[in-house]
C-alpha cells in the first residue's frame, strides 16, 4: 500500500505492507524497521528500529490528528491511486466551507447571504460555556450559503456557511 | 453529637464527585441532583440517590432554591453541600437550608453575608486590625471623591465593583486623566453584572502575587489555618495552577497570614472551611483582599502537604464535632501542585471546546491524585463551566512535585475535545516558573512568548503511525469517503480497529 | 558524580511502569525489554526504546542474563533496574553487570551473596548482635541433631531451606514424633525446589507478626531506616495487604526495630534500598528473618507515610550520591494500605485468571494511588505472576485510609477476568482487622469463615438491568444465539451498546 | 418485551417498553420507575425510583454477569417466546459440556473417551501463571469425547470434554 501523508504542508510518500504480524515500510524511499501492536482502539504502540513510541488517533469533526507521546500533528492521508482524494485536494481552491470548531449555541449571524466579506470578517458568534467566541470567513469572497439561524445549536464540525 | 446518615450535593462534575467519595468514605448516603443534560454525568453514576431539577441552565435548575429544597425533603437528606460556585455563597441559600431544617455545610448566613461584599468586609477588617491595600473601605459617591482618594494614595490605582468577582467590574487606572473614563467604564459594567453599580479605590500594586490561606472553624470556637496556596498563575482573572506551600513563604510568613486569617474568621464569626485571600507585593508585605466563604477549587494542595482531609472536616464540623487538632498539631510537609484541566482550545486562545470524549487514558502513579468528571465516552456539555478535572501532583519538594506533574501530563490524553494539557507542560518547564518568580502577570507574559515546535523527527513517526492507522482499516484511504457525522465515522472506526486489535493479539 | 542517561528495565508489569515513570521524572531515557507474548504490554508503550528478548518463559527472556545485558549494550544504557523477582536477587547477575560495565541498580553481588542463604545470613547476623529465633545457624547434619536441637529449643519447630523462599521447604513440627518424615519431606522439597538439601531448625512461633524495615544505604557509608511495614496479611505464604506503620509498633520499638536494620545492612556492607524482615511474637518481640535486597512490592507505603520517593533514590545511590537526608530529618506521617490486584478467582479458591480485560473503570481521587500494569483491551498472558495493580490508600489516619480504600475498592471494576478485588472489601471491613488484630494465620482464619451474601434488593436490580441490556441489544434475548466465542460477541456487543449510547445521548 | 431473567435459580419476570427516551418497566407484575442511560459501553446509569446504581455487564465465556455496584450475579436473560432458548434450558439434563474457567496449557490429561466418572473425578490438569488447576467432572457418566491433547492452549470457555 502507498500513502501520501501531508503535515504541515510537507508531504511523506510511505510504502507499508503487513503481512505475517510484520511490517515493510518506507518513509520517502528509506526502509524502516517499524513493529506496531493497537493496543486498543486509536492508541498504538509503535517501534521504529527500537525507539518506542505511543501513538495516539483522534478524529475531531473531519480532521484526523495523531499524537506522538505528547506532540499533536493534524495529518491528511491520501492514496494516490484514489481519484477521490486527488479531486478533493483540489477542492480547496474553490469555495471554502466555514466548520464549527467545537458545539455551542449560535448567538448572532453576522453576514446573510450575497454578502462580500474581507478575510477575518465575522459569520457568527457561537457561544459555550458561557463564553462567545465570533467564527472569522478565511478569505475574501462572496457568502455563497448560510446555514445556521440564531439561537440554533452546532455540533463540533457543522458546516456554518460557505464562503465562495 | 450525630454523623448525618444522607448529604444532598447541589452541584455537578468534580467537586460533585470529590464531595460523593468522601461522604461514600465516611458511610453517608449521597444524594445527587442533575439537570436535563447532565443525566449521563459521573456525578449521577456514582450517587445512592438521584434526582432530576429541571432544564440545563443553571438558573432553572443547580441554581434554583426551592427545586434544591424540595429533593433535600423529598430524599430525607439531613445536610446539603454546595461544592463550589452554584448556590455555595449563597446566604439566601444557607437562610432557606436552616428554615428548610436542613444543615448547610458552610458557614452561617451572616458571616457569608460579612464577607459578601467587598467594602463591607474592608470595614469588619478595619476593625479587625488587618493589614489592606490602601484605599476606600465604601463606595465612592462621586468621581471627586475618586480624584481625591487616588490623589491621596497614589497611582497606579485600582477601580473594584464592590459584589465583584472574577474581574468583572474591575479597571487598573495608572494616571488621572484615566479615571473619569475608568470609574464610568466599572459602574456600567458592575451595575450590568451584579445589578450593583457600587464601585471602590484601591491602591493597585502591580503585578502582585496572589497568595491565600486556608482556615478551619468548628462550631465551638476554635479556628485554626492549615497553608498557605500560591495562585498567582492566572488567566482572564481565573486560576490556572495552585501551589502549596508558597515558594516565597517562610514559617514567620506563614505563621504571621495565618494569625490574620484567623483573626478575619474571628471578626466575621466564621465556621467551616474558608479561605483568606491576600494580594502579596514583591517586599512580600500582604494585604488582606478578600474572603471566600466556602471550599475552594484549589483545596487539594493543601489537603496533600498536611495530610488532612478538608471535605471530612467539613462535615464533621457541619455535624457539631470539635475540630480534632490545634494550631500546633498542624505540619507541612513536601510540596503539592494543581492543575486545572479545562476543555479549552490551546490554538483558539483558549476558548472553551466542549464535545464528546472519545478517548481518554490517565495518569496515576507515586504522588499523582486526580479529582475527575469526565469518563470516556461522555459529552461535555456547553452549558457549564469548562473544568473537567484537577490533576495534583505531589513531591519531596518542589522539584519533584514538578517533575511528576510533567510525567502525569504527558501520560494524560483526552481525545476528541481540546484541552488546556500542553499549557501545563509549558509552564512547568519554564524557567522562571521553575525558579518560583511567580505574578499574576506571569502567565499572560509566557503566552505572549513564542512556543517551542516539535521536533522532526516526531513528524516522520507521526507520518508512519497515519500510514499504519489507515493501512488496519482504522483510517479511510481517502478521508472524502468517510462518513459525514465525526461521531459516526468515530464509531465505525472503532468497530474496524477492535478486529485489528483482535487480529495483532493472535498472531 | 554524574546522573544516568539511559537506564534499562529488567522487567515488565506493574514494577516496570513504576520505574519507567520514576525514570521520566527524572529525564532519565528508559529502555525496556520483553518477551514475546508481552509486546502489547504497558511497560512496552511507555518507554523510550523497547526490544525484544525471546520467548515467553522467563528462563528464555526475564531471566536470561546475556540477552538482558546484550540489550544494554546496543542501547547504551548505564545502568539496570531489576525491579522485583526475576534477576533483582541473582548475585551472579550484579556481578555480570560489573564486569560489562554497566551499573546495577541495588547491592552488590557480595552483599546479596551474603544474604542469599539464610543460614549464612544468620551467622552474620550471630557476630553482629542481631536477635533471632532460636535455632540452627547451619544445616543440620543428621536426624540425631535435628531430634537434639528441637528439644533443646522446645516445640513446635519450623524446618527451613536454607535457600529457600515462598513457603517451599517449610515444614512445621509440632511433636518429635513427626520429627523424622518432617525432615525429610523438607530436605526432598528443598532438593527439588532450589537443587539445594539445606534444611536448619528455628523455634515455630506460632501466629506471629511479619513486620519490616526498610533501609537505604548509600556508597560512602550512610544508612538509615525509614519505616516499618505491617506485612502479616498472607495467604499461601505471599503478602495480600501490607501497611504502615504497624499497628503494633510504637516509636521507641521502630526506633529499636530500626537499628537493628541498620546493624544488619553494615554488617552485610549493604547499599542501595533494602528490607529486613523480623517475626514478632505475641510479647512484641521481634526476630531478624531475612533480608530482602531489593525494593520490595509494598514500597509504596512506606513512600507514602515518609514523603519520600524510593525509586528516585535507589538511582540517586547507585549514580553515587550521597544521601540527602539523615536519620534525623526521617519523620511519618499519617498511615497507608497496600492491596495487590491479582488475576486470581476467588470462587475458584483464588485460582489464577489471566485473560482478557474487556472493561476496566479505575478508581482514583483523595488520597489514592494506583500503580497499575494493566489497560482496557490488555490480554493478561499466562505466563507470568498474577499481580496486575497495587491499590494504595493513605489516610490522616489508618481507619480513614480504610475507608477511602473500601470507597476506591468500590470503584474499581477489572471486567472479562476475575481478580480478587472483593478479598480486599471483605478484609478492610472484618472487624478483627479494623482492631489491628493481625497475624500470619488472619486470612486463612477469615476466608474459612461465612461471606455476607449481596441483599435482595440488589438482585431485583441486576434483573432489572439485565433486562435493558438485552433490550438495548446489548445482549440477545436467547443466549444461545450468541457468538460461540466469549470474545466474538463481546465484539458486537461493544458496536450495538455504542449505537445505543448514541441514541441515549441524543434524546 | 418480555423477559424471563434467572439469577440463583430464581426467576424474574421483566414486562420493559422503552419509548421516547422512557421506560416503562414490571418486575413480577410490580410496576417500577426505571430511567436507564448506557454511559460507556458495559456500563449503566440505572435509576429505579431515584435510587442510583452503576451496573456493569461482563461476558466472560459464555456468561452474562451483572455487576450492581460491587456485588455480582451470575444471569441468564430468556426471552419465554424463543422455542431455541426453551430448548436450551432443558439441554441442562442430557450431556453436560465441561469447559475452561480462563485461559492456560493443558498440562495433563486424566481422563479417555469412553471412562465412566464419578462427580469430582478428575478431568484434566491445566496450568496458568504457575499454578495448576484440576478440572473435575460435574457429574457421574460416560467421558462422550475429549477435545484437548496434552501441552496443548485452552482459551477462557473452551470446551475441553463432554460428559454424557
Known amino acids: 500500500m502507498i500513502y501520501d501523508v501531508i503535515i504541515d504542508g510537507k508531504n511523506y510518500r510511505l510504502d507499508l505492507d503487513h503481512a505475517d504480524g510484520r511490517w515493510s515500510c518506507r518513509l520517502n524511499g528509506q526502509a524502516l524497521d517499524v513493529d506496531a501492536v493497537i493496543a486498543r482502539p486509536d492508541v498504538l504502540s509503535l517501534r521504529i528500529a527500537n525507539k518506542a513510541y505511543e501513538v495516539k488517533a483522534e478524529h475531531v469533526a473531519q480532521e484526523l490528528h495523531v499524537w506522538v507521546g505528547s506532540a499533536r500533528f493534524a495529518v491528511e492521508v491520501r492514496d494516490p491511486r484514489s481519484l477521490r482524494s486527488r479531486a478533493r485536494a483540489a477542492d480547496d481552491h474553490g469555495p471554502r466551507r466555514i466548520t464549527a470548531a467545537m458545539p455551542g449555541k449560535v448567538v448572532r449571524v453576522l453576514a446573510k447571504e450575497g454578502d462580500e466579506v474581507a478575510p477575518g470578517a465575522g459569520i457568527a458568534v457561537v457561544e459555550a460555556m458561557k463564553m462567545q467566541n465570533e467564527i472569522k470567513s478565511p478569505k475574501k469572497g462572496i457568502v455563497q450559503k448560510i446555514l445556521i439561524h440564531e439561537g440554533g445549536a452546532v455540533n463540533a464540525g457543522d458546516v456554518l456557511a460557505i464562503v465562495e | ?175 488621572r486623566e484615566q479615571l473619569k473614563s475608568a470609574l464610568e467604564a466599572a459602574r456600567s459594567e458592575a451595575e450590568r453584572s451584579f445589578g450593583d453599580r457600587e464601585v471602590y479605590i484601591e491602591k493597585a500594586i502591580v503585578n502582585p502575587r496572589h497568595i491565600e490561606m486556608q482556615i478551619l472553624a468548628d462550631e465551638h470556637g476554635n479556628t485554626v489555618y ?44 466564621y465556621t467551616n472551611a474558608g479561605t483568606v485571600e491576600f494580594l502579596v507585593d514583591p517586599e512580600r508585605n500582604f494585604y488582606f483582599l478578600e474572603m471566600n466563604t466556602r471550599l475552594q477549587v484549589e483545596h487539594p494542595v493543601t489537603e496533600l502537604v498536611t495530610g488532612l482531609d478538608l471535605v471530612h472536616l467539613q462535615i464533621r464540623i457541619a455535624a457539631g464535632e470539635k475540630l480534632p487538632f490545634q494550631q500546633e498539631d498542624i505540619s507541612i510537609r513536601g510540596h503539592a501542585i494543581e492543575c486545572r484541566i479545562y476543555a479549552e482550545d490551546p490554538d483558539n486562545n483558549y476558548f472553551p471546546s466542549p464535545g464528546k470524549i472519545t478517548l481518554l487514558l490517565a495518569p496515576s502513579g507515586p504522588g499523582i491524585r486526580r479529582d475527575s468528571g469526565m469518563y470516556e465516552g461522555w459529552s461535555v456539555p456547553i452549558d457549564y463551566d469548562p473544568l473537567l478535572a484537577k490533576l495534583i501532583g505531589y513531591g519531596t519538594d518542589r522539584e519533584q512535585a514538578i517533575s511528576r506533574l510533567i510525567r502525569a501530563l504527558n501520560e494524560y490524553f483526552v481525545g476528541g475535545i481540546k484541552t488546556n494539557i500542553s499549557l501545563f507542560r509549558r509552564i512547568l518547564r519554564d524557567a522562571e516558573f521553575r525558579a518560583g518568580q511567580l505574578d499574576t502577570g506571569f502567565l499572560d507574559r509566557m503566552l505572549a512568548g513564542k512556543e517551542k515546535k516539535a ?44 478486529s485489528a486489535s483482535r487480529r495483532e493479539a493472535l498472531h
Chains 1, 4 share one sequence.
Request: with cysteine; glycine share 12%.
Open chain 2, 1 to 175: 453529637m450525630r454523623m448525618f446518615k444522607k448529604i444532598l450535593i447541589a452541584n455537578r462534575g468534580e467537586i460533585a464527585v470529590r464531595v460523593i467519595r468522601a461522604c461514600h468514605e465516611m458511610g453517608i448516603g449521597v444524594v445527587a441532583v442533575y439537570s436535563d443534560v447532565d443525566r449521563a454525568s459521573l456525578h449521577v453514576r456514582k450517587a445512592d440517590e438521584a434526582y432530576p431539577i429541571g432544564p440545563a441552565p443553571a438558573s432553572e435548575s443547580y441554581l434554583n432554591i426551592p427545586k434544591v429544597l424540595d429533593v433535600a425533603k423529598r430524599s430525607g437528606a439531613e445536610a446539603i453541600h454546595p461544592g463550589y460556585g452554584f448556590l455555595s455563597e449563597n446566604a439566601k441559600f444557607a437562610q432557606a437550608c436552616g428554615e428548610a431544617g436542613v444543615k448547610f455545610i458552610g458557614p452561617t448566613a451572616s458571616a457569608m453575608e460579612a464577607m459578601g461584599s467587598k467594602t463591607r468586609a474592608r470595614q469588619a477588617m478595619e476593625k479587625a486590625g488587618v493589614p489592606f491595600v490602601p484605599g476606600t473601605s465604601r463606595g465612592l459617591e462621586s468621581f471627586e471623591e475618586a480624584w481625591q482618594v487616588a490623589a491621596r494614595i497614589g497611582y497606579p490605582i485600582m477601580l473594584k465593583a464592590a459584589a465583584g468577582g472574577g474581574g468583572k467590574g474591575m479597571r487598573l487606572v495608572h494616571a
Open chain 2, 226 to 269: 492549615l497553608s498557605e496556596r500560591e495562585c498567582s498563575l492566572q488567566r482572564r482573572h481565573q486560576k490556572v495552577l495552585e501551589e502549596a506551600p508558597s515558594p516565597i513563604v517562610d514559617a514567620d510568613m506563614r505563621r504571621r497570614m495565618g494569625e490574620v486569617a484567623v483573626r478575619v474568621a474571628h471578626a466575621a464569626g
Open chain 2, 455 to 498: 521536533a522532526d523527527s516526531a513528524a516522520n513517526v507521526a507520518a508512519v503511525a497515519a500510514g499504519i492507522f489507515a493501512a488496519l482499516g482504522a483510517t479511510g484511504a481517502s478521508p472524502g469517503e468517510r462518513d459525514g457525522s465525526g461521531r459516526g465515522a468515530t464509531a465505525s472506526l472503532d468497530s474496524k480497529w477492535k
